[in-house]
């Protein structure tokens, strides 16, 4: 009797019966949805309440540029029902290859599960012109960081909404009222907010990275310059003089950093310019207290209202 | 553009009749005024989603435009009133103009078009030392554009998606990948058919830009067909298994046609069509900290080699890397440390050899543009397993930006025939166009 042998295709075939024999997942009764960014997971939670499971990829404390596509993210992602991205290639760098390989067909691009928020919002820095790379990383669709406007964050909520009540139309009208609900507290904290940032109207500006335009056009702020020389270039000795030149031309005192950059160059202008850095939150969870879209615009209008009183 | 300025001079055309009719008849009472601030505001809103639609059409993937059974869904506009309509006809008319660009067909058609990507791989090579006749590792010559890879990549429909990478030599090209991936499978199997890096160990799937060093380890020249490595045409199938604890394990399963490598870098020969080769892959990954992940593989290769009709290889892989990134200063941090091990067992006359290699590396980023690394060599080769080649390199990389990268390596090496090498290498890594990312 010949022994039994193990050609390289039952090899193979025995390793993938495995995968699926391990692999039966999980009947899940609410939706899941994954978000790229704590944003988008803020935004979504106010609107789902309890109806959904909510989860973002990206911390609120690092660059959402530059998130490493590690394998536990495909674990969350391949239970999604529903992928919410920021979009206009913010999460270029990242986000496809997980996508790819989740192998859950809901929330291929295309597919019913994968939502763009960017397609609700007002997207302002839409580059004109030939774009090219000696711009620096420039985003040839607009500028990313939209949904620091809460008019933004309105809009948002609301194509969110309506997309969780199209996976899910038995609680589409919970969906709606949760939204109604969200407007309305919104509004009454914009009228808060706008009081507050009121006397700074026309306040001029310096940030790290082109985080900032959205914010800016709601509160009548003016960003006069930028610490990196170009989106995403490192500042250089040459810029970084230059910059301190416009602010003290400009009579600018203020300098917001994301919580990811080095304060090394920012503390050096502000001793230049005799002016002062603020580490701002451009996300939901920068800090441990900012819990939600709310929390994030009272922590950033107290930290910059507090700022321009320091520096009048 | 050109729609978004039609886009927005049709409506502000379409409102001024109205906003004139109201300011001519009288003075304006304050609830005139706030309904007129409500319009305005409507109207907005109106341009804003209108603006977001158009974004989303143009930058819409092929697989949205053909929605068979995964549709796209556009926001939904509140019930549409005869004004608007009207604006919208307008808009949609506009639109229908498609500006001719250059005569390259409408700008639709161009979006349809793949990401295309080059990417330049020059490399320098100074230093002592003949590389004995028998080394599989082959030395750089002064200066040569090593490699331009061409990428192009789409999503084909919507259930796969297509990758070519399309490498450029100074004389020839090959296809280093070029392959379909389907990604709406049921029971999450992810599977690619065409021509492939395969999924054994980690150095293997790597391209050529991706490498933290400008050579590959010696272990991956001696055993695993150097830089091409198991490069073949064929079928892989993976899928994630469900494990305890936040573990990460994931399978995949390869068929190729059993050609890898040549020359002395050869690992696997077809010489009929029965003779297939074979790549098994299993990865678990865990996430230690926030900052902190372990990765650790074990791989299987199995095929015909270059000796005769009959004679078999198997390879054997274990692997492990470890990262570190802190979160809050990642893009001026982190760390990884790499160690491949492999063992080789060729069948050939008129002995088996049976060889064993390994590197170990570590990787430190200094700076947001600095990275310094190192790496021990040490392997036999795949033919004479009594000859073990020793090495040792420093490596430090520049990165300009995110799209370039200047590398110098010092690279000293330990052949097996009493010879040694001293090289200092340079590389010079450039990329145009939208490349895709790699997976992690």
């Not at chain 1, 490493?68 to 496809?96: H, M, N, Y």
């Not at chain 1, 203020?254 to 002062?276: Q, W």
């Not at chain 2, 886009?7 to 706030?34: E, N, W």
Request: hydrophobic content about 40%; glycine content about 10%.
């Amino acid at each position: 009797m010949e022994h039994l042998k193990f050609g390289p295709m039952s090899v193979t075939c025995m390793f993938l019966l495995l995968a699926v024999c391990l692999g039966a997942p999980a009947e899940a009764k609410k939706l899941t949805v994954v978000t790229a960014t704590t944003d988008m997971a803020a935004l979504t939670q106010e609107v789902g309440g309890d109806r959904i499971s909510v989860e973002s990829v990206a911390r609120g404390y690092q660059d959402p540029h530059f998130v490493e596509a590690k394998p536990s993210f495909l674990l969350k992602l391949r239970q999604a029902d529903l992928l919410i991205v920021v979009g206009l290639q913010l999460e270029i760098g990242w986000l496809p290859p997980l996508v790819t390989q989740s192998g859950n067909a809901r929330i291929q691009i295309g597919a019913n599960g994968y939502l763009d928020a960017s397609q609700f919002a007002e997207i302002l820095d839409i580059p004109t012109g030939t774009v090219t790379r000696a711009m620096g990383d420039v985003h040839p669709l607009g500028n990313p960081h939209y949904w620091l406007d809460p008019d933004n964050g309105r809009r948002i909520a609301k194509g969110i909404a309506a997309k969780l009540g199209d996976l899910d139309p038995a609680d589409s009208s919970y969906f709606q009222e949760r939204f109604q609900d969200f407007d309305k507290r919104l509004t009454t904290a914009e009228q808060k907010w706008d009081a507050e940032m009121k006397p700074f109207h026309g306040r001029k500006l310096v940030t790290y990275h082109n985080s900032f335009p959205n914010f800016a056009k709601h509160f009548g702020l003016n960003v006069v310059g930028y610490v990196e020389p170009r989106p995403g270039i490192p500042p250089t000795p040459s810029h970084t003089l230059e910059l301190i030149g416009l602010m003290k031309r400009e009579n600018c005192k203020v300098i917001l950093v994301e919580p990811y950059f080095d304060l090394k160059t920012p503390n050096s202008i502000a001793r230049e310019t005799g002016g002062k850095v603020v580490q701002y939150l451009p996300s939901v969870g920068g800090e441990k207290d900012v819990t939600d879209y709310f929390k994030l615009f009272d922590y950033d209008i107290a930290l910059l209202t507090q700022a321009f009183q320091a520096t009048q | 553009m050109k729609n978004l300025i039609l886009t927005v001079s049709a409506v502000v055309l379409s409102t001024a009749p109205l906003i004139a009719q109201q300011t001519s008849t009288s003075q304006a009472s304050a609830p005139d005024i706030s309904a007129m601030q409500q319009q305005i505001k409507d109207l907005q809103e109106r341009i804003i989603s209108l603006e977001g639609q158009m974004r989303m059409l143009k930058s819409a993937p092929p697989a949205a435009s053909a929605p068979a059974g995964a549709t796209v869904q556009q926001p939904l506009p509140a019930p549409t009133p005869p004004a608007a309509q009207t604006q919208a006809a307008v808009i949609a008319g506009a639109e229908g103009q498609t500006p001719t660009l250059g005569g390259a067909g409408g700008s639709a058609a161009k979006a349809l078009n793949p990401d295309i990507s080059v990417i330049g791989d020059f490399i320098g090579a100074l230093g002592t030392g003949t590389v004995p006749a028998l080394a599989q590792q082959q030395p750089f010559p002064s200066m040569e554009m090593h490699e331009s890879e061409v990428g192009l990549q789409a999503i084909i429909d919507p259930y796969a998606r297509g990758d070519f990478f399309i490498s450029f030599g100074e004389e020839g090209v090959n296809l280093e990948e070029g392959y379909i991936t389907f990604t709406a499978l049921p029971k999450s199997f992810v599977v690619k058919v065409g021509k492939m890096r395969s999924a054994f160990g980690k150095v293997n799937m790597m391209h050529n830009h991706v490498l933290p060093w400008i050579d590959r380890p010696l272990v991956s020249t001696n055993l695993v067909g150097g830089e091409d490595g198991i490069d073949d045409a064929g079928v892989s199938i993976q899928r994630i298994i469900p494990a305890p604890k936040g573990i990460f394990l994931e399978a995949t399963g390869q068929v190729f046609r059993g050609d890898s490598g040549s020359g002395l870098q050869s690992v696997f020969k077809s010489w009929q069509r029965s003779d297939v080769s074979t790549v098994a892959h299993l990865r678990s990954y865990k996430d230690v900290s926030e900052s902190t992940n372990l990765d650790i593989g074990l791989s299987y290769a199995r095929g015909y080699n270059d000796s005769g009709a009959s004679f078999l290889t198997n390879l054997y892989g274990v692997d492990a890397t470890v990262r570190w990134k802190p979160l809050r200063r990642s893009i001026y941090h982190s760390f990884i440390g790499r160690g491949e091990l492999f063992w080789s067992q060729r069948q050939q006359f008129p002995v088996e050899q049976r060889a064993f290699g390994f590197y170990t590396s570590a990787d430190y980023q200094l700076g947001r543009r600095w990275f310094l690394g190192g790496r021990f060599d040490r392997s036999a080769r795949s033919k004479f397993a009594n000859l073990t080649d020793n090495g040792g390199s420093i490596v430090l990389t520049y990165w300009p930006s995110e799209f370039s990268q200047i590398r110098g390596q010092y690279r000293y090496t330990d052949y097996a025939e009493n010879r040694s090498a001293n090289e200092l290498l340079l590389q010079v890594i450039f990329s145009l166009g939208a490349h895709g990312a790699h997976p992690f």
